[in-house]
Protein backbone atom coordinates (compact mmCIF):
# COMPACT_ATOMS: atom_id res chain seq x y z
CA UNK A 1 0.00 0.00 0.00
CA UNK A 2 1.22 3.63 -0.62
CA UNK A 3 3.95 4.89 2.20
CA UNK A 4 5.07 8.12 1.38
CA UNK A 5 2.22 9.42 -0.31
CA UNK A 6 0.11 8.56 2.21
CA UNK A 7 0.20 11.22 4.28
CA UNK A 8 -1.17 10.28 8.41
CA UNK A 9 -3.40 12.50 9.76
CA UNK A 10 -2.84 12.18 13.37
CA UNK A 11 -3.31 14.79 16.18
CA UNK A 12 0.28 16.48 15.28
CA UNK A 13 -1.42 17.82 12.13
CA UNK A 14 -4.20 19.43 13.75
CA UNK A 15 -5.34 21.38 10.53
CA UNK A 16 -5.17 18.25 8.18
CA UNK A 17 -7.56 16.37 11.22
CA UNK A 18 -10.13 19.10 11.37
CA UNK A 19 -10.29 19.26 7.82
CA UNK A 20 -10.97 15.38 8.00
CA UNK A 21 -13.04 15.60 10.43
CA UNK A 22 -15.35 18.86 8.95
CA UNK A 23 -15.87 16.71 5.95
CA UNK A 24 -17.03 13.62 8.33
CA UNK A 25 -19.74 16.31 10.08
CA UNK A 26 -20.85 17.20 6.88
CA UNK A 27 -24.11 15.47 5.59
CA UNK A 28 -24.41 13.53 2.63
CA UNK A 29 -23.41 15.26 -0.54
CA UNK A 30 -23.73 13.70 -4.35
CA UNK A 31 -20.21 12.19 -5.12
CA UNK A 32 -19.68 12.52 -8.88
CA UNK A 33 -17.34 9.95 -8.75
CA UNK A 34 -19.67 7.17 -7.75
CA UNK A 35 -21.49 4.93 -9.86
CA UNK A 36 -25.15 5.80 -10.25
CA UNK A 37 -26.46 2.67 -11.35
CA UNK A 38 -27.18 1.28 -8.17
CA UNK A 39 -31.05 1.32 -7.31
CA UNK A 40 -31.51 -1.30 -5.03
CA UNK A 41 -29.44 -2.53 -2.52
CA UNK A 42 -27.63 -6.04 -2.57
CA UNK A 43 -27.02 -8.50 0.61
CA UNK A 44 -24.02 -7.72 2.16
CA UNK A 45 -21.66 -11.01 1.90
CA UNK A 46 -20.65 -13.06 5.24
CA UNK A 47 -17.79 -11.65 6.71
CA UNK A 48 -15.21 -13.72 8.77
CA UNK A 49 -12.60 -10.74 9.38
CA UNK A 50 -11.57 -9.11 12.33
CA UNK A 51 -12.62 -5.26 12.23
CA UNK A 52 -8.87 -4.14 13.17
CA UNK A 53 -6.21 -5.52 10.53
CA UNK A 54 -1.95 -5.13 11.44
CA UNK A 55 -0.68 -3.26 8.40
CA UNK A 56 2.45 -5.32 6.82
CA UNK A 57 2.52 -7.53 9.84
CA UNK A 58 2.76 -5.05 12.96
CA UNK A 59 3.36 -1.48 11.06
CA UNK A 60 6.32 0.33 12.32
CA UNK A 61 7.25 -1.68 14.66
CA UNK A 62 8.97 -4.77 13.37
CA UNK A 63 10.75 -4.78 9.70
CA UNK A 64 7.24 -4.65 7.06
CA UNK A 65 6.20 -7.93 5.57
CA UNK A 66 8.18 -10.27 7.97
CA UNK A 67 7.19 -13.89 10.62
CA UNK A 68 8.92 -11.09 12.88
CA UNK A 69 6.18 -8.34 11.98
CA UNK A 70 3.45 -11.31 12.60
CA UNK A 71 4.33 -12.10 15.35
CA UNK A 72 4.51 -8.75 17.06
CA UNK A 73 1.27 -8.22 15.86
CA UNK A 74 0.11 -11.37 17.59
CA UNK A 75 1.83 -10.28 20.47
CA UNK A 76 -0.38 -7.41 20.83
CA UNK A 77 -3.40 -9.04 19.95
CA UNK A 78 -4.08 -8.78 16.41
CA UNK A 79 -5.72 -11.92 14.51
CA UNK A 80 -5.25 -10.19 11.16
CA UNK A 81 -2.45 -9.03 9.37
CA UNK A 82 -2.26 -7.40 5.87
CA UNK A 83 0.45 -8.22 3.92
CA UNK A 84 1.97 -7.41 0.15
CA UNK A 85 2.97 -10.63 -1.91
CA UNK A 86 4.90 -10.30 -5.17
CA UNK A 87 6.85 -13.23 -7.34
CA UNK A 88 10.47 -14.23 -7.56
CA UNK A 89 11.92 -14.56 -11.16
CA UNK A 90 10.97 -17.99 -10.62
CA UNK A 91 7.72 -17.94 -9.80
CA UNK A 92 8.09 -18.03 -5.71
CA UNK A 93 5.37 -16.29 -4.11
CA UNK A 94 7.25 -13.58 -1.63
CA UNK A 95 6.72 -10.60 0.63
CA UNK A 96 7.77 -7.61 -0.18
CA UNK A 97 6.26 -3.79 -0.75
CA UNK A 98 8.63 -2.39 -3.00
CA UNK A 99 9.29 -2.87 -6.60
CA UNK A 100 13.15 -3.07 -5.80
CA UNK A 101 15.15 -4.40 -2.74
CA UNK A 102 16.60 -1.36 -2.16
CA UNK A 103 14.61 0.42 1.39
CA UNK A 104 14.32 -3.03 3.09
CA UNK A 105 17.12 -5.40 2.37
CA UNK A 106 20.75 -5.49 2.11
CA UNK A 107 20.37 -6.41 -1.71
CA UNK A 108 22.64 -3.37 -2.52
CA UNK A 109 25.87 -4.58 -0.23
CA UNK A 110 25.69 -8.24 -1.51
CA UNK A 111 28.41 -9.35 -3.98
CA UNK A 112 28.08 -10.79 -6.88
CA UNK A 113 30.17 -13.69 -5.84
CA UNK A 114 27.66 -14.73 -2.95
CA UNK A 115 24.44 -14.31 -5.31
CA UNK A 116 26.22 -16.14 -8.49
CA UNK A 117 26.63 -19.34 -6.65
CA UNK A 118 22.26 -19.15 -6.17
CA UNK A 119 21.06 -18.07 -9.88
CA UNK A 120 18.81 -21.14 -10.92
CA UNK A 121 17.07 -19.14 -13.12
CA UNK A 122 14.48 -22.17 -14.70
CA UNK A 123 13.53 -20.55 -17.94
CA UNK A 124 15.16 -19.35 -20.79
CA UNK A 125 14.52 -15.45 -20.49
CA UNK A 126 15.83 -16.01 -17.54
CA UNK A 127 19.06 -17.99 -17.95
CA UNK A 128 20.08 -14.96 -20.85
CA UNK A 129 19.53 -12.41 -18.20
CA UNK A 130 21.46 -14.05 -15.57
CA UNK A 131 25.18 -13.23 -16.68
CA UNK A 132 24.20 -9.37 -16.55
CA UNK A 133 22.45 -9.50 -13.08
CA UNK A 134 25.93 -11.73 -12.21
CA UNK A 135 28.23 -8.98 -13.46
CA UNK A 136 25.58 -6.33 -11.98
CA UNK A 137 23.77 -6.51 -9.01
CA UNK A 138 22.90 -3.32 -9.08
CA UNK A 139 19.59 -4.60 -10.50
CA UNK A 140 17.41 -4.07 -7.47
CA UNK A 141 14.30 -5.53 -9.23
CA UNK A 142 12.98 -7.93 -7.06
CA UNK A 143 11.13 -9.77 -9.09
CA UNK A 144 14.57 -10.24 -11.42
CA UNK A 145 16.04 -12.30 -8.41
CA UNK A 146 14.96 -16.28 -8.02
CA UNK A 147 14.19 -16.95 -4.37
CA UNK A 148 17.33 -18.89 -3.99
CA UNK A 149 19.18 -15.19 -3.79
CA UNK A 150 16.19 -14.07 -2.01
CA UNK A 151 16.23 -16.02 0.97
CA UNK A 152 19.77 -15.00 1.80
CA UNK A 153 18.95 -11.44 2.06
CA UNK A 154 19.20 -9.53 5.57
CA UNK A 155 15.71 -7.94 5.35
CA UNK A 156 15.56 -6.92 9.20
CA UNK A 157 18.72 -4.61 9.71
CA UNK A 158 17.32 -1.16 8.15
CA UNK A 159 14.54 -1.45 10.53
CA UNK A 160 17.11 -1.92 14.04
CA UNK A 161 20.17 -3.76 15.05
CA UNK A 162 17.55 -6.12 16.78
CA UNK A 163 16.10 -7.40 13.60
CA UNK A 164 19.55 -8.07 12.21
CA UNK A 165 19.13 -11.28 10.07
CA UNK A 166 15.98 -11.19 9.63
CA UNK A 167 14.92 -12.72 6.47
CA UNK A 168 12.21 -12.31 3.58
CA UNK A 169 9.03 -14.37 4.18
CA UNK A 170 7.38 -16.62 1.58
CA UNK A 171 3.61 -16.77 1.55
CA UNK A 172 4.07 -20.73 1.98
CA UNK A 173 5.77 -19.15 5.74
CA UNK A 174 3.49 -16.76 6.37
CA UNK A 175 0.24 -18.87 6.03
CA UNK A 176 1.56 -22.08 7.99
CA UNK A 177 2.01 -19.29 10.83
CA UNK A 178 -1.39 -17.78 10.03
CA UNK A 179 -2.84 -21.47 10.49
CA UNK A 180 -0.93 -22.66 13.42
CA UNK A 181 -2.12 -19.61 15.33
CA UNK A 182 -5.93 -19.00 13.89
CA UNK A 183 -5.26 -15.81 12.37
CA UNK A 184 -7.01 -14.17 9.08
CA UNK A 185 -4.65 -12.68 6.32
CA UNK A 186 -5.43 -10.04 3.67
CA UNK A 187 -3.21 -10.36 0.82
CA UNK A 188 -2.85 -7.52 -1.49
CA UNK A 189 -1.05 -8.89 -4.53
CA UNK A 190 2.05 -6.86 -5.18
CA UNK A 191 3.08 -7.34 -9.29
CA UNK A 192 6.52 -6.51 -10.72
CA UNK A 193 5.19 -3.97 -13.09
CA UNK A 194 4.25 -5.88 -16.45
CA UNK A 195 3.58 -9.04 -14.39
CA UNK A 196 0.12 -8.26 -13.20
CA UNK A 197 -2.16 -10.84 -14.30
CA UNK A 198 0.81 -13.46 -14.12
CA UNK A 199 1.45 -12.55 -10.67
CA UNK A 200 -2.61 -13.00 -9.79
CA UNK A 201 -3.17 -16.30 -11.01
CA UNK A 202 -0.15 -17.60 -9.20
CA UNK A 203 -0.82 -16.11 -5.95
CA UNK A 204 -4.44 -17.28 -6.43
CA UNK A 205 -3.32 -20.77 -7.34
CA UNK A 206 -0.73 -20.71 -4.15
CA UNK A 207 -3.15 -19.30 -1.73
CA UNK A 208 -6.04 -21.68 -2.68
CA UNK A 209 -3.54 -24.72 -2.23
CA UNK A 210 -2.36 -23.52 1.28
CA UNK A 211 -5.52 -22.67 2.45
CA UNK A 212 -7.58 -25.38 1.07
CA UNK A 213 -10.38 -26.48 3.30
CA UNK A 214 -9.99 -23.82 5.78
CA UNK A 215 -13.03 -21.76 6.76
CA UNK A 216 -11.81 -18.22 7.02
CA UNK A 217 -9.58 -18.40 3.27
CA UNK A 218 -7.15 -15.17 2.74
CA UNK A 219 -8.41 -12.11 1.66
CA UNK A 220 -6.70 -11.17 -2.00
CA UNK A 221 -6.82 -7.63 -3.07
CA UNK A 222 -4.87 -5.27 -5.58
CA UNK A 223 -4.87 -2.17 -7.03
CA UNK A 224 -4.08 -3.94 -10.16
CA UNK A 225 -7.12 -4.80 -12.09
CA UNK A 226 -5.60 -6.78 -14.19
CA UNK A 227 -4.27 -8.84 -11.08
CA UNK A 228 -7.40 -8.97 -9.69
CA UNK A 229 -9.38 -10.29 -12.93
CA UNK A 230 -6.15 -13.24 -13.01
CA UNK A 231 -6.84 -14.15 -9.35
CA UNK A 232 -10.94 -14.27 -9.99
CA UNK A 233 -9.76 -17.00 -13.20
CA UNK A 234 -7.64 -18.81 -11.12
CA UNK A 235 -9.67 -19.25 -7.96
CA UNK A 236 -12.71 -18.13 -8.02
CA UNK A 237 -13.52 -19.48 -4.80
CA UNK A 238 -11.02 -16.82 -2.93
CA UNK A 239 -12.66 -13.69 -1.30
CA UNK A 240 -11.15 -10.64 -3.34
CA UNK A 241 -11.58 -6.87 -2.53
CA UNK A 242 -10.09 -3.84 -5.16
CA UNK A 243 -8.00 -1.42 -3.70
CA UNK A 244 -8.32 1.77 -4.26
CA UNK A 245 -6.14 5.04 -3.71
CA UNK A 246 -8.26 7.26 -6.16
CA UNK A 247 -11.91 6.95 -7.18
CA UNK A 248 -10.98 6.42 -10.98
CA UNK A 249 -14.14 5.94 -13.38
CA UNK A 250 -15.43 2.97 -13.73
CA UNK A 251 -14.26 1.55 -10.37
CA UNK A 252 -17.67 0.11 -9.02
CA UNK A 253 -18.52 -1.91 -12.20
CA UNK A 254 -15.27 -3.15 -12.15
CA UNK A 255 -15.48 -4.45 -8.48
CA UNK A 256 -18.52 -6.11 -9.54
CA UNK A 257 -17.09 -7.54 -12.21
CA UNK A 258 -14.78 -9.02 -10.66
CA UNK A 259 -17.14 -10.29 -7.98
CA UNK A 260 -15.46 -8.77 -5.23
CA UNK A 261 -16.97 -9.13 -1.37
CA UNK A 262 -15.39 -5.61 -0.60
CA UNK A 263 -13.81 -2.66 -1.41
CA UNK A 264 -10.52 -1.33 0.34
CA UNK A 265 -9.91 2.65 0.07
CA UNK A 266 -7.19 5.37 0.94
CA UNK A 267 -8.76 6.47 4.17
CA UNK A 268 -9.59 9.94 2.54
CA UNK A 269 -11.67 8.92 0.38
CA UNK A 270 -14.57 8.03 3.20
CA UNK A 271 -17.05 9.72 3.72
CA UNK A 272 -21.06 8.54 4.37
CA UNK A 273 -22.05 8.51 0.59
CA UNK A 274 -19.14 5.98 -0.50
CA UNK A 275 -19.69 3.62 1.83
CA UNK A 276 -23.38 3.24 1.57
CA UNK A 277 -22.96 2.73 -1.93
CA UNK A 278 -19.97 0.23 -1.57
CA UNK A 279 -22.52 -1.78 1.14
CA UNK A 280 -25.63 -1.04 -1.25
CA UNK A 281 -23.71 -3.07 -3.64
CA UNK A 282 -23.40 -5.89 -1.56
CA UNK A 283 -19.44 -5.07 -0.78
CA UNK A 284 -17.96 -4.50 2.62
CA UNK A 285 -16.31 -1.28 2.68
CA UNK A 286 -12.57 -1.33 4.42
CA UNK A 287 -9.78 1.58 4.51
CA UNK A 288 -6.13 1.81 4.98
CA UNK A 289 -3.75 3.69 7.13
CA UNK A 290 -6.23 4.43 9.80
CA UNK A 291 -3.44 5.74 12.76
CA UNK A 292 -5.02 8.26 14.89
CA UNK A 293 -7.87 7.53 17.11
CA UNK A 294 -9.98 10.43 16.50
CA UNK A 295 -10.06 9.53 12.98
CA UNK A 296 -10.53 6.34 13.74
CA UNK A 297 -13.86 7.45 16.04
CA UNK A 298 -15.08 8.88 12.98
CA UNK A 299 -14.35 6.38 10.49
CA UNK A 300 -16.12 3.68 12.83
CA UNK A 301 -18.92 5.95 13.15
CA UNK A 302 -19.37 5.91 9.33
CA UNK A 303 -19.67 1.66 9.43
CA UNK A 304 -16.74 0.52 7.60
CA UNK A 305 -16.22 -3.04 8.21
CA UNK A 306 -12.49 -2.97 8.28
CA UNK A 307 -9.45 -0.84 9.08
CA UNK A 308 -6.25 -1.35 8.28
CA UNK A 309 -3.36 0.28 10.60
CA UNK A 310 0.22 1.07 11.72
CA UNK A 311 -0.21 1.43 15.20
CA UNK A 312 -0.82 -2.10 16.13
CA UNK A 313 1.03 -1.04 19.80
CA UNK A 314 -2.16 1.97 19.85
CA UNK A 315 -5.47 0.22 19.42
CA UNK A 316 -6.87 -2.72 20.53
CA UNK A 317 -7.69 -5.00 18.26
CA UNK A 318 -11.09 -5.03 19.87
CA UNK A 319 -11.85 -1.10 19.56
Not at 179 to 197: M, S, V
Request: proline share 8%; with cysteine; glycine share 6%.
Amino acid sequence: MPTARDPVITTANPQALAQFQARLDQPPQPNTHLQTTMRTSTPLPPWPYPRWIAHRGAGKLAPENTLAAFRLGAHYGYRMAECDVKLSADGVPFLLHDDDLARTTNAATATAKEYASNMPFPHASRAQAAPDLIANTADLAAGHWPWAALSLLDAGSWHSRSYAGEPLATLAGIAAFCLANGHALNIEIKPTPGDEAHTGTVVAQHAARLWHGVACPPLLSSFAVEAVQAAHAAAPHLPRALLLDTLWDGWLDAAQAMDCVAVVCNYRLCDAALVQTVHRAGMRALCYTVNDADAAHALLALGLDGLITDRVDYFSPLF
